[in-house]
Nanobody, 123 residues
Framework: QVQLVESGGGMVQAGDSLRLSCVASIRTFIYNNMAWFRQAPGKEREFVAAIRWSGGIRYYAASAKGRFTISGDSAKNTVYLQMNSLKPEDTAVYYC????????????????WGQGTQVTVSS
């Protein structure tokens, strides 16, 4: 069973930046896609960003586009989420996820999940 371990969360002010990291216990190339999701208190988990290793294709939620950047370093088995211009509404637990599926449509298509890292943005 692969392990995904997130880090980099914290408490920041609106407008600040954070970079989240997700380290996989096995080589990331076995996964076609890796992604970041988030869940705020009282809300459902939502998609933030994803990267397809083949071709480096990136996908973003509308709320993340222009402010967040997902990237990966296969040599380090690591995926990053650079978050800039953070807003209070970005406050959530951020989860890293991985799937061997080439195509995915929802969080249920991701079979491996990390434990999450808390991001809190104050106004």
């Amino acid at each position: 069973q692969v392990q995904l371990v997130e880090s980099g969360g914290g408490m920041v002010q609106a407008g600040d930046s954070l970079r989240l990291s997700c380290v996989a216990s096995i080589r990331t190339f076995i996964y076609n896609n890796m992604a970041w999701f988030r869940q705020a208190p009282g809300k459902e988990r939502e998609f933030v960003a994803a990267i397809r290793w083949s071709g480096g294709i990136r996908y973003y939620a509308a709320s993340a586009k222009g402010r967040f950047t997902i990237s990966g370093d296969s040599a380090k088995n690591t995926v990053y989420l650079q978050m800039n211009s953070l807003k209070p509404e970005d406050t959530a637990v951020y989860y890293c996820a991985a799937t061997t599926r080439l195509n995915w449509s929802s969080s249920s298509d991701f079979g491996s999940w990390g434990q999450g890292t808390q991001v809190t943005v104050s106004s």
